[in-house]
């Protein structure tokens, strides 16, 4: 599990400001995100399917707005795509959202590969069992 600050609101896509004012705050957000992926020990899955991720965010009040949080995170996901040397395009994330705290945060995990894969047996047992049945 990867903990890091909640995303500032200079990243949300609404902002209309020049890039140079930015880029500071952008790569702030990737270096924790980068520091905190190889501080939790997280390894990416082998081979080059999907990473299915999932983040939780934790808001400090109720005042923002769900649909961009997500769009503030992508300097997140570079620095955890940096961390564990792959392509970020491998994420396939899921979005929660928590109710607010005060130590306001987001959370992220990547899902064990071999969970997934055994759920995929277990559907594709399913379904033939049923096919079988309607036979």
Known sequence: M??????SADLGGNQRRDWYLIAPVIKKHREWARAATLAAQVKAPAGTG???VSMT?????????????????????DGIADALNVNDRRF???????????DAR?????????TFQAFGDVAKRVVADVTEKMA
């Open 57 to 77: 965010f934790y808001p400090p009040d109720r005042r923002g707005d769900r649909v961009n949080f997500p769009n503030r995170c992508k300097p997140y996901w």
């Open 92 to 102: 396939l994330p899921s979005y929660h959202f928590a109710e607010p705290v005060k």
């Open 50 to 52: 999907d990473i299915r």
């Open 106 to 114: 987001v959370v992220v995990s990547i899902d064990d590969a071999d």
């Open 2 to 7: 990867i903990e890091l600050p909640f995303p």
